[in-house]
Structure formats: C-alpha cells, structure tokens
C-alpha cells in the first residue's frame, strides 16, 4: 500500500503565495519521479512541474519563473512553491510519485487526494 498525502493548498488573493507540500508513505523501494498535476472545472488533468530523483526538474510553461518544485528524498516528500499567484492558477492540485514498491516490481503512478487552490482577484 502506498499513501500520497497532501497539504498547503487554500485561498489566497492574486500575487500571493502558496507551498503545497506531498508525502509519500508506505511499501517504497525507489521513487523515481515526483511532482505536481492540476485539474481546472470544465479542463482536463495538466501537468505543473516535476522532479526526479536526481534533481531534474520540468515545469508548464504557464508557471515558469513563478513556481519552484523542490524534494526531500529522505522524507519522500515534494514541495511546490507557488509565487505571484494568479486566478488561471485556481485548480485542484494532485501530487504524483512514480515508484517501484518492490525491487522486483514495476513502476507505476500513484496519485493523492487533491488540495484545492484558489486565487481570487
């Protein structure tokens, strides 16, 4: 079994900031990659930035130069730090971590639950 469990998300007016964090928990052998997907009403599932476990990281054009993807390896945890926020930001937020459970096992994705982002303007 494996959990990803996030926290930071909230309200906050345009230009603010926001960290949502993501902790991975459970049967881990190695996490390869980790990062952050956003889902808007009526939009489909886009991905925001991710990390891997060697530090590369890959971002939206949309949030390049605002948000900073960073992780803590031996806490298995990612962290998204938003700055300038913007309305178009306003989404659901889900953490993924692409793992191995076993060492013999097979990669796969593994999603939380969401946190809700909203930025008023």
């Known amino acids: 079994q494996v959990q990803l469990v996030e926290s930071g998300g909230g309200l906050v007016q345009a230009g603010g900031s926001l960290r949502l964090s993501c902790a991975a928990s459970?049967?881990?052998?190695?996490?390869?990659?980790m990062g952050w997907y956003r889902q808007a009403p009526g939009k489909q599932r886009e991905l925001v930035a991710n990390?891997?476990?060697?530090?590369?990281?890959n971002y939206a054009d949309s949030v390049k130069g605002r948000f900073t993807i960073s992780r803590d390896n031996a806490k298995n945890t990612v962290y998204l730090q938003m700055n300038s926020l913007k309305p178009e930001d306003t989404a659901l937020y889900y953490c993924?971590?692409?793992?191995?459970?076993?060492?013999?096992?097979?990669?796969?994705?593994?999603w939380g639950q969401g946190t809700q982002v909203t930025v008023s303007s």
């Open positions: 459970g049967t881990i052998f190695r996490i390869n990659s």
């Open positions: 990390i891997t476990s060697g530090g590369s990281t």
């Open positions: 993924n971590a692409n793992l191995r459970r076993t060492v013999w096992g097979k990669n796969d994705d593994y």
